[in-house]
């Protein structure tokens, strides 16, 4: 029985592709998972694999035709073997801008099958965002690299059930809630709005697949083998890794194995009743009163997202206070923005005992300071109190790696550990729990191996929190200033005073920046606002490169948009701003 081969998804706005080139022509042997045809968009190049072993029957589409997502292009005569998965989908590298004429370039070949006991210049351990992008960057630089998984997929907790995913349905709750409010303020009228949570459910997977299968192909590409397995430090003189029963010795090996969530002492997380941020990602249904503990980012992240599709939501939180290490003036104005939105909060309480039931849960609270305790009912309860290093069954003590009391690995500035050839970066290292944070120590760690002098700049490390408005911060917090004795100035502009903002009905929020007293060197900057997570790039450059809150004050910005509040904010620094 033929087997069809088929145009597979290349991403949500592409909807048809070029063949560039034939990797086999009718007739053809094949194996299953080997690549038959390329295809080229303006965005991506992919290439399109067997479903199946067989002879490849006649081509339906020649050389330079386009075709249409799902088209059938070509089929497997006598085919037999596993079914594979779609072809991976990934962005065009920044640095290249696309031909305006595609040419019939071969796609990219795996790198070959790794052979037992075979050696790398480099393994590194976990391919999430800082695992992938150091295998990546090292085999651009010219090392024979492999990346350990033990998921079905690439991309981490991130991109499977973290960022990509959480965004994804942050998105699609705030179009709802557009579409159900705020829509009708801009003379759009909807009678009816309804909600297939399934569809958006299906959405979100869509959006993941095609990320995990971007950095599959970037692998492939950028020829990193996967070893597929869970990986162990093997303890010896000669770095080793251990995957599944078989071992691959290493010049260098870089432990990037991530974190995960912290669990509430004495409450079960059944991700039924009782949730992580990966069982909140699944809900079927909208909750009816869905209880958050913690108010960080994962919390209020997700926490918006429900309460958007209908949920009223309470977060719990043990300090008395959201946000713990924002700047508190960012922190006070975004918790009222909340609470007008419709988020309950109840801080400085700490949950003590959860009692599940077929109906819900029921929450029994206390003062943190001590008190009377009280009890809450919710449908589900999201526990969202943080993230811990992994690193069981690493293996890293029996290797001699070194942890500190939190069970992070501990490194020097160059990412080395106790072990020589062993480094660290990511989660499971100090420091903030970003994705991206863990990408610049990737390519820094990468770099250094090759003979390169890799850095990050921990100053200039961005935290988003992606609710709306938007959350962003960047550099020192007026808390962190006055506690080091050091002098410094406030410029502050509110979105209420922006044209963009007005037009968009988005005026909630404000930008605020702090520069040293003597020198005006910019120390800190901070958003709450529309587009917060884009327009801190900005700062973040300023901040990179020694800037001041003049050399901001006199950059031309166009009119109108969104970053005329960060200019108006700079230029506030002195007191000279322009619109209030």
Partial sequence: MAIEIKVPTLGESVTSATIARWLKQPGDSVAADEPVASLETDKVNVDVPAPAAGRLGAHQ???????????????????????????????????????AKPTAAAAPKAAPAPAPGESFDLIVIGAGPGGYVCAIRAAQLGLKVACVEKRDTLGGTCLNIGCIPSKALLQSSENYHEATGSFAKHGIVIDKVGLDLARMQARKAEVVEANVKGVEFLFRKNKVTWLKGTGRLVPGDSPAVEVDGTTYGAKSIVIATGSDSIPLPGIAIDERRIVSSTGALELDAVPRHLVVVGAGVIGLELGSVWHRLGAEVTVVEFLDRILPGTDDEIATAFQRILGKQGLKFRLGQKVTKAETTDAGVTLTLEPAKGGEPTTIEADIVLVAIGRRAVTDGLGAKEAGVALDSRGR????????????????IGDVIEGPMLAHKAEEEGVAVAELLAGQSGHVNYEAIPGVIYTWPEVATVGATEENLKSQGIAYKVGKFPFTANGRARAMEATDGFVKILADKATDRLLGAHIVGPDAGALIAELV???????????????????????EAVKEAALAVEGRALHI
């Fill in 61 to 99: 589409a020649g050389e330079g035709d386009e075709v249409e997502v799902g088209a059938v292009i070509a089929t497997i005569e006598d085919g037999e073997g596993r079914a594979a998965a779609p072809a991976p989908v990934a962005e065009a590298p920044a640095a290249k801008a696309p031909e």
């Fill in 409 to 424: 690995i501990t490194v020097d500035s160059h990412y080395a550990t106790s072990v020589p050839g062993i480094y660290a």
């Fill in 541 to 563: 450059t300023a901040l990179e490169f020694g800037a001041s809150a003049e050399d901001v004050a006199r950059i031309c910005h166009a009119h109108p948009t969104l970053s």
